[in-house]
């Protein structure tokens, strides 16, 4: 058996970096734009949950059906007075994924405390399944590695 030369050594973990680099991109969905309608009213948000995936791109039109509220994005540290018949345009990227609570930031009556929604930013499946490629690519790595120490050896037996 002939000794491997230097590029073909090297071969196969340039597959590996072909396939982590380039197959997530192609597969992963692309992040949505999303359109929302936010009623603010004494006191409750309308609708009261969002749920969107990480990196994708909101706009959240926050308007009141009666007073004065506000409208706080814990996490993402937005803050907007929403005044009655004024449409507030609130545009951002979802780039953290978890559970954030948005509330009413401006004194709206007795319950104005309990006016609060929540923003579920899902994790990006896209970067689980690039780790998940990884983790495989390397594991074959290591299993060509080892399947080659093997051969080795095998040579040396039969040399002796
Ligand atoms: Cu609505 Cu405070």
């Known amino acids: 058996m002939k000794k491997l030369g ?4 090297f071969l ?12 997530p991109a192609g597969a992963g969905s692309s992040p949505t734009s999303h359109a929302i309608d936010l009623d603010a009213s ?3 948000f309308s609708p009261g949950r969002i749920e ?9 039109n926050v308007h009141s059906t009666d007073v004065v509220h506000g409208f706080y994005l814990d996490g993402y540290e937005i803050e907007v007075p929403v005044l009655p018949a004024v449409t507030e345009r609130i545009e951002f990227v979802a780039d953290t994924a978890g559970k954030f609570r948005f509330r009413c930031s401006v004194s709206c009556g007795v319950l104005h405390p309990f006016m609060i929604g929540e923003l579920v930013v899902l994790p990006n499946r ?18 060509y590695l080892w399947q080659k120490s093997q051969a080795r050896k095998s040579e040396n037996v039969q040399a002796n």
């Open 42 to 44: 004494q006191y409750e």
């Open 52 to 60: 969107v995936q990480q990196g994708d791109y909101l706009v959240i």
């Open 12 to 23: 196969p973990f340039v597959l590996v970096a072909f396939v982590v680099l380039g197959w």
């Open 126 to 143: 896209p970067f689980w399944k690039a780790v998940l490629i990884t983790l495989l690519a390397l594991g074959s790595f290591l299993l």
């Open 6 to 9: 230097r590029l073909e050594q």
